[in-house]
């Protein structure tokens, strides 16, 4: 395939360019400056992508990037760049493809199971309502603007990302200090679901909804609902470390704020329907199997080795 990546640097884009190329596909990686090297194009968030005749004719163009949503308080200027560099500069890409001659034939934005709020264990599909908050909010507009690419492609998919499970960055690696150093626990009560993918699942989902005729939006998720809790009982067995200090609620509200409810402390029990109606195979299914695969040093205990 002849794709585009923003957030291509990323932990998801970096795994998602090397499984392309390794393949025999040509990436673009989409660059916030005057482009260095042949596979770079030029894109900024508040114009969109600038003119080039390697834009033209594109396979599909993956829209990563996105602000950080869980580096530290929302404070009113780190709202306005949450959403502003979802919902206002995916429009603004949307438009620059639109004065293409050949526009991208499928375009793929990433979104988040924030989508959905906090919904205790309501079992959660892609046909479920979106729910309240900031996040909920923000992923709304940013679906919004994705799905205005419906008239210039062929195709437009919203990835729902659950949280991608990799030790080389992430929500796992920083989760693992203190367990390595024997003093994790759950957060609050631990009773929240955790929606979860290992990072090779989620690369190969990526290209599973590109090369097959699916459009809206797909839970990148694993089938297996999880709590903090038993997120929690994992981690410290696959390490084989205490788990015993739990993190009151209180405290992780003082210290992040409404970053804290919405992110660490609300429940999203989200299913992949898509997915598997669509035959995706999972090569890590299970949280003991994905971390595992992240966390053993002997490869040969590692699964899917």
């Known amino acids: ?10 932990l998801i884009g970096s795994a998602l360019t090397r499984s392309l ?17 042949p596979d770079e194009l030029e894109w900024r968030p508040e114009r969109g992508l600038a003119e080039s005749p390697a834009a ?30 979802r919902g206002r500069a995916t429009l603004r890409l949307v438009e620059s493809l639109s004065r293409l001659e050949q526009p991208p034939r499928v375009f793929v934005c990433a979104s988040a199971v924030g989508y959905y709020g906090d919904r205790g264990d309501e079992l959660l599909d892609e046909d479920s309502t979106s729910g309240a908050g900031f996040l909920a909010s923000v ?13 210039v492609c062929e195709r437009v998919v919203i990835l729902r990302f659950g949280v991608v499970l990799s030790a080389r960055g992430g929500a796992l690696a920083r989760m693992l200090p203190p367990f390595r150093l ?5 957060l609050g009560s631990g009773r929240q679901y955790f929606p979860w993918i290992h990072i090779d ?21 694993a089938p297996e609902q999880l709590t ?52 995706f195979s999972y090569r890590h299914p299970t949280l003991g199997a994905a971390l595992a ?5 002997n490869p040969s205990a590692r699964t899917g080795s």
């Open 1 to 10: 395939m002849n794709v585009a990546l923003s957030g291509a640097s990323g």
């Open 21 to 37: 190329e390794a393949s025999g596909s040509r990436c673009h990686r989409l660059v916030r400056r005057t482009p260095s090297k």
């Open 56 to 85: 033209e004719g594109l396979d599909a163009l993956i829209h990563l990037a996105g602000e950080n949503v869980a580096a530290g308080r929302w404070t009113a200027a780190r709202r306005s760049r949450i959403s502003a560099s």
């Open 139 to 151: 992923c709304r507009e940013w679906e919004a603007a994705a799905q205005t690419a419906s008239t």
């Open 182 to 186: 024997g003093v994790g626990g759950r």
């Open 201 to 221: 699942d989620a690369v190969a989902a990526i290209r599973h909804v590109i090369e097959r005729d699916i459009r809206g939006p797909v839970n990148l998720v």
């Open 228 to 279: 903090n809790a038993d997120l929690t009982r994992a981690i410290a067995a696959t390490l084989r470390r205490p788990a015993l200090l739990p993190v009151p609620s209180p405290a992780l509200r003082l210290a992040f704020g409404e970053m804290a409810q919405e992110t660490l402390l609300a429940s999203a029990r989200v299913f992949p329907a898509v997915l598997q109606e669509t035959g």
């Open 293 to 297: 695969r992240e966390l053993l040093p």
